[in-house]
């Protein structure tokens, strides 16, 4: 390969102490690619989180990705997954990390392993643990002792696993990459000189650990040498790196959006996903990384950032279930060949750029051994254009850019889809259920795992996290002479939470639901509520439906009932119950007792069948069994005749459900042509943000499958149906 007296690569060099021999460190970059093994490389790269699948899903996806034309996968280090408690680790099952990135390797493919280990991602608490917001005198993501002291060693402790298995690529293995922090520039930017002393705290750390490969910072333009800064967005064609000697690396290209209950799911078309890439190629770009290849699902209770669903399809080329999401992948697949065809000139030349007419623009790399490649873009939003490059006439669609590998034929359009495909469907499989219900009541102040305290406490303080459910409880003494008793005016109770969902119960029976949503997590209840002469019981079951995952501070956000708690209406006029004792349960009692993990046998648990069962009642819990149907296409829950819960299938957690829950956006037409946003090509509104649950196969056995649901709203269980994803 020619040499480039522009450049001037940065090389990493490491020296590994391995049974007494050295390796020279093969990863390196300069301003027009990263280098392996003294090869630049255009790199295609696509998120897939290992967590959001299981393992028996892995290798087909990793399978798909190399079929699509990646060279890399990239993906977070969940660090609440592997330490769920300070010093005891969990690298099993979906947190198998070591397993994945050994797969990925075996597949032919490099990693990208983004350690942070703040990720955002939509993923509960940003990815760290809980027990770190209760870490004396911490403070999340600035300069602060106690919070580089945690994240420190949780960064060497995943290092170092990864030079034990020898996965760095100076090692033999895949890691090509690794990032530090997490989009921290506007973090930065708002907290001022500890925010900065942090960047350089973190990029000092991350190098010193010498792992021989370049490390990343993306959304970070003070990311201090050597590490690289990356942009995210759904387009970056405009980025440039903050110093001329590092390469332009895109490290999300948001292939669509996020579901939050309460919104459509999102679409991005494929015919603009491709433009944005092109458009950042063609403006020398070496890198680029799909964000999300494969979304896959928030099982358990990991989703976040707040009312995000369980689905994390992201709209990405797999979808959620592990099957092609067409046309996109077969689009971005036929892209990712184009642009390889385009190596050679891309990694030895830069482009001439030149406007030949209005909204047309080219770009031609052209390299000293007579390597060529042409972009031919038209940027108008509405009309084709003609557009006339060495004596040749090319048609361009509106809003696309047409790739000549060898400036004469142009071999791909990014607005012209070149196959069709059907859409998925979803067909249902077996019989119906037969049900068994046992309905949870509101707990007693005086039950043995019950806590009391003066006034109300944060609901995160209490559970720590280990269930999205607190009871408040207190109770309230009516005079016999209260006026409202003849008048029959019923007191007006006001409940003010910092969210997410609350249900009020007076003496036993549900007086009224409120609930919050991902722009406005906050809530109050207002409502009459009936009460006696005597003591009067009132119980409040606040609900988390996910921790914040990002934003200043975050650590300090508080969730759950933090008052006031006001009764208006009594011959004293407005009483304020905020101060006065409060009992506290975490979690439900379906949860304490064997009712999730094994279906339910605890002899404390009263179920009831047949014609008994409860329906649309709150606060039921209900049990099937059934056989794992035949074939092997992806299987899931239509939960569309329920509420909002919990599921379980054979003590495994499927996530939370909320089909109650309605779309509401703009779901009008969707042209792929002009600038995208998360707003744009939505569809789904008036119908339920997500209705079908994920159920991996591999957590069936052939008979005798454990399904549990947990209802807090009230449904009608006889509707739920399993059924398969299919084309």
């Known amino acids: 390969m020619e040499a480039i007296s522009r450049i001037k690569p940065f090389l990493f060099l490491l020296f590994l102490s391995l049974a007494c021999s050295s390796v020279i460190a093969t990863v390196s970059y300069d301003d027009k690619a990263i280098i392996i093994n003294g090869r630049r490389r255009i790199l295609i790269s696509g998120s897939i989180h290992y967590p959001r699948s299981t393992p028996e899903m892995w290798p087909d996806l990793i399978q798909k990705a190399k079929d699509g034309g990646l060279d890399v996968i990239q993906t977070y280090v969940f660090w609440n997954g592997h330490e769920p408690s300070p010093g005891k680790y969990n690298f099993e099952g979906r947190f198998d990390l070591v397993k994945f990135i050994k797969l990925v390797h075996q597949a032919g493919l490099y990693v990208h392993l983004r350690i942070g280990p703040y990720v955002c991602a939509e993923w509960n608490f940003g990815g760290f643990p809980v027990w770190l917001k209760y870490v004396r005198g911490i403070e999340f993501r600035t300069d602060n002792q106690p919070f580089k ?3 420190q060693r949780f960064v060497v402790h995943i290092v170092n696993m990864m030079k034990s298995q020898n996965l760095f690529e100076p090692q033999g293995g895949p890691i090509i990459m690794s990032q530090i922090e997490n989009e921290y520039g506007p973090i930065e930017w708002e907290i001022g000189a500890p925010g900065k002393a942090y960047t350089a705290w973190a990029a000092k750390m991350a190098v010193s650990t010498n792992t021989g490969v370049p490390w990343v910072m993306c959304k970070q333009e003070t990311a201090p040498d050597p590490v690289i800064d990356a942009c995210n967005g759904f387009y970056c064609e405009g980025f440039r790196p903050n110093k001329p000697n590092k390469p332009k690396m895109w490290t999300e290209v948001w292939s669509g959006w996020f579901t939050q209950y309460g919104g459509p799911p999102p679409h991005r078309p494929a015919e603009d996903l491709a433009f944005a890439v092109a458009r950042f190629v063609q403006n020398n770009g070496s890198f680029f990384n799909y964000y999300m290849y494969h979304g896959g699902t928030n099982f358990g209770r990991t989703a976040a950032g707040l009312f995000i669903a369980t689905s994390y399809d992201y709209d990405a080329p797999i979808d959620e279930y592990g099957l092609l999401n067409q046309p996109k992948w077969g689009h971005l697949r036929d892209l990712h060949r184009a642009i390889k065809q385009c190596e050679p000139a891309l990694v030895s030349s830069y482009p001439t750029v030149t406007w030949p007419g209005k909204n047309q623009e080219v770009h031609v790399f052209t390299s000293k051994s007579g390597a060529c490649a042409a972009f031919l873009a038209n940027y108008d939003t509405t009309y084709s254009t003609k557009l006339t490059f060495r004596n040749v006439q ?29 859409p998925a469907k979803m067909v249902p499989v077996g019989s119906g259920f037969a049900w068994q219900s046992y309905s949870e009541a509101t707990p007693a102040a005086d039950d043995s795992d019950v806590l009391g305290m003066q006034g109300l406490w944060e609901q995160t303080y209490v559970t720590k996290d280990s269930s999205d459910y607190l009871w408040y409880m207190t109770q309230v003494d009516i005079s016999s002479n209260e006026g409202f008793l003849k008048s029959g005016q019923w007191p007006y109770l006001t409940v003010m939470s910092a969210g997410h969902a609350l249900h009020v119960f007076i003496n036993g029976q549900l007086s009224g639901t409120v609930y919050g949503s991902l722009g406005n997590p906050k809530l109050t209840f207002n409502g009459y509520v009936n009460l006696r002469a005597g003591v009067n019981k009132i119980a409040l079951l606040s609900v988390a439906v ?23 209406g009594l011959n004293e006029g407005t009483r304020d119950l905020s101060k006065q ?35 649309k009642q709150p606060l039921t819990w209900y049990k099937t069994t059934f056989n794992a149907p035949a074939g092997n296409d992806p299987l899931a829950l239509d939960m569309i005749s329920m509420g909002k819960g919990e599921i379980w299938v054979n003590g495994q957690s499927i996530g939370r459900h909320w089909p109650g829950y309605i779309a509401k956006g703009d779901c009008g037409g969707c042209d792929y042509a002009g600038t995208f946003s998360e707003k744009k090509c939505q569809s789904g509104c008036g119908q339920p943000s997500q209705r079908w649950y994920h159920v991996p196969r591999s957590w069936l056995k052939p008979g005798g499958n454990v399904l549990v649901v947990f209802e807090e709203w009230g449904g009608d269980p006889t509707r739920i149906t399993l059924v398969k994803r299919t084309h």
Request: glycine share 12%; aromatic share 10%.
């Open 149 to 151: 002291v945690a994240m």
């Open 394 to 422: 090319y048609d361009l669609p509106p809003w696309s850019i047409s790739i000549l590998p060898d400036c004469k034929t142009a071999v791909y359009n990014t607005a012209r889809i070149g196959f069709r495909s059907s």
């Open 546 to 568: 996910g921790l914040p995952n990002g934003g200043l501070h975050y650590e300090k956000w508080n969730t759950g009932i933090l008052g006031p708690v006001t009764l208006k």
């Open 581 to 615: 004792r409060w009992s506290y349960k975490a979690g439900l009692r379906g949860e304490a007792t064997s009712l999730v993990t094994n279906g339910g046998s605890s002899s404390s648990i009263e179920w009831v069948e047949g014609s008994l069962i409860a329906q």
